[in-house]
């Protein structure tokens, strides 16, 4: 792929995941403002459900269809790439029906022993009719995304994101009686047309664009089925895992806090404020990182295929290192301005305090995507399984003996224990696996400097001028002395500017990564 396409690519996928994440950012104060604390904390626990589902649905499919596709296209097969999507398809409606069928049958079961609240029944039946399409969907962006046709994914995640937004606010609006379970079952059915809306119009992209394709089938063209359930299994259960592990979580946790002392009503407030306020808001800066654990699986996976090591190296230094670089940022906006991110948008210095409690976890969590996308990519996907079935025994140790001992404190405690020892095992066998050097002094010391400078130099601009209230000046005046500071302490040279500005000449048009330079050493 030529160096300014990927570029584009990057800055499509980042300027659209901002533009989606700020849409439900907004989207979960509205509601939290509609529905309150215990309102989301119903709403949270439905949906650690439908998550669940949907990846027992997708099972591994979209990161499969991406690295396999990806492979295919480095060595030339494009041929096989019609024979790849229609055998995706087929293993994740296997799935995604039995799992939809399951759903429908089983959510009194769930609700009434798991969730214990039946008010979540009806949510779940109406989201269980969704889960094909989520299976469809998620197979047909995992082969745009292995081709590098960004623009059709960025268009089905804005459908699906538009509809379900619009459907929900004006049901709500018009039709809610202030009943959490009629509120939460019009949230379900606004999620579960925009999963059939962007179902419907990835297909037909792909339909399109493969109109004047004819495929035979002959064995020139067939693709081992075995090759996709390899990749995808570990993958699948990986994703079991993690999903399994934080809906266990979301309903081991209210229960724990009950044992300590706290009321029902207490106890899913304190769940709905962490899970569904606070730690949204911690994540939410992430979404500047989202194309580039999108994009970096296809590259990295050709490049291994390839067998281009010193590559493969480039690309995942670069990428940790701006990982590293935003969730540093990020980290000190949060402790720095905490109650003014509290107050002004859930009008809560408790969410202000938790904010602060939580921040130093941001590096961890940013970082923890990059390395799994990583992983999967090299052809270690059975490495990120056996790490999360570690986690899955810590964390559910961690809750069962700490939170009914120290009630929220023990909560904290199990979110810190937990993410940073599973982000710990991912970056070791990274750099085990690749060699890479990690540099902390420009990853870690230098940005963690430059954004105390900053912060510091903010409040005083903000005490002088007299403004105490304005979130968009802090973050604005934030930025930019940030990245001053990055340029004066070199965390950030000229050469990472340059070829930045490179990418974008005209004169660069043709030629592989290679003889471009975009992975020439340091």
Known sequence: MKKRNLLINIILLTASTMTL?????????????????????????IMSINIVCQTLAISGIRVTMTRLVAEEIGK????????????????????????????????????????????????LKI???????????????????????????????????????????????????????????L???????????????????????NKNISFHKNSHNKYPFFKIIRVAIPLAFSAYIQTSLKTVEDILIPKSLRLYGSSD?????????????????????????????????????????????????YIISKVVKFTLLIAIFATGIFICFSSELGISLYKSEEVGYLLKILAPLIPFMYLDRIVDGSLNALDLQFSTL?????????????????????????????????????????????????KLKFHIFDWILKPTLSISLSSYATKIILYCLHINDSLALIIILNIIIYFIMLILFKAIRKKDLQWFADGFKKDVKKGKWETIGLYKDI
Not at 22 to 41: C, D, V, W
Not at 91 to 116: H, P
Not at 128 to 154: D, T
Request: net charge positive.
């Open 386 to 434: 056996k790490f999360n079935i570690i986690d899955m025994f810590v964390r559910i140790s961690a809750i069962t003996f700490l939170i009914p001992r120290y009630g929220i404190k023990g909560f904290i405690l199990v979110l810190f224990i937990s993410t940073t020892f599973n982000t710990s095992l991912g970056v070791i066998k990274i750099l085990k696996e690749t």
């Open 21 to 45: 994440g700020f849409i439900s950012m907004a989207f979960r104060i509205y509601l939290s403002n509609k529905i309150g604390a215990e309102g989301m904390g119903l709403f949270q626990l």
């Open 265 to 313: 009503a207490l106890s899913l407030s304190i769940f709905g404020m962490v899970k569904g306020m606070v730690m949204p808001l911690l994540v939410f800066p992430s979404i500047f990182l989202a194309s580039f654990s999108t994009l970096i699986i296809p590259e990295i996976a050709e490049a291994n295929a390839l067998n281009k090591k010193n590559t493969v190296n």
């Open 187 to 209: 949230i379900a059915v606004g999620n579960s047309i925009g999963n059939i809306c962007a179902a419907f119009y990835s297909y037909t992209l792909y339909i399109f664009e």
């Open 127 to 185: 989201l269980s009719y969704s889960l094909p399409f989520v299976g469809i969907s998620c197979c047909l962006n995992g082969y745009f995304y292995g081709c590098r046709k960004v623009v059709k994914c960025i268009s089905a995640d804005i459908i699906e994101t538009l509809v379900m937004v619009t459907i929900v606010s004006l049901c709500i609006t018009s039709f809610s009686n202030g009943d959490l379970t009629y509120t939460c079952a």
């Open 76 to 123: 030339g097969n494009n041929h096989l790439l019609k024979n790849i999507v229609l055998k995706g398809i087929f293993y994740t409606l296997c799935f995604s029906i039995v799992t939809g069928f399951l759903l429908f049958n089983l959510s009194e079961f769930i609700s009434i022993s798991w969730i214990q609240d039946e008010r979540a029944i009806i949510p």
